[in-house]
Nanobody
Framework: QVQLVESGGGLVQPGGSLRLSCAASGSIFRISAMAWYRQAPGKQRELVAGITSGSITNYADSVKGRFTISRDNAKNTVYLQMNSLKSEDTAVYFC??????????????WGQGTQVTVSS
């Protein structure tokens, strides 16, 4: 079983920065793709950024150039560095791990979420 624990959320002013962390339990982290999603009130959950086991990254257009996803396999941790934050970045941010088995089955694991509020 995989457990994901996010941290680093909080209240920040527009233009400020935050770094989210997600620590994963288990031994499959280094072979798994990781991602950050977010969900604002009244909106659907959306992909923010993803990183493959080989550290190839992808980003939502709304965060390109402002957010950076990275991973540290030695610490079983994925990070999301968020700069130039805007009010529209306010949401609960969720860490996600995608496990792909040898038989081709996919399993998704989620953290509990961490609140990010951008407000003056």
């Amino acid at each position: 079983q995989v457990q994901l624990v996010e941290s680093g959320g909080g209240l920040v002013q527009p233009g400020g920065s935050l770094r989210l962390s997600c620590a994963a339990s288990g031994s499959i982290f280094r072979i798994s793709a990781m991602a950050w999603y977010r969900q604002a009130p009244g909106k659907q959950r959306e992909l923010v950024a993803g990183i493959t086991s080989g550290s190839i990254t992808n980003y939502a257009d709304s965060v390109k150039g402002r957010f950076t996803i990275s991973r540290d396999n030695a610490k079983n941790t994925v990070y999301l560095q968020m700069n130039s934050l805007k009010s529209e970045d306010t949401a609960v941010y969720f860490c996600n791990l995608r496990r792909l088995t040898a038989s081709g089955n996919e399993y998704y694991y989620w953290g509990q979420g961490t609140q990010v509020t951008v407000s003056s």
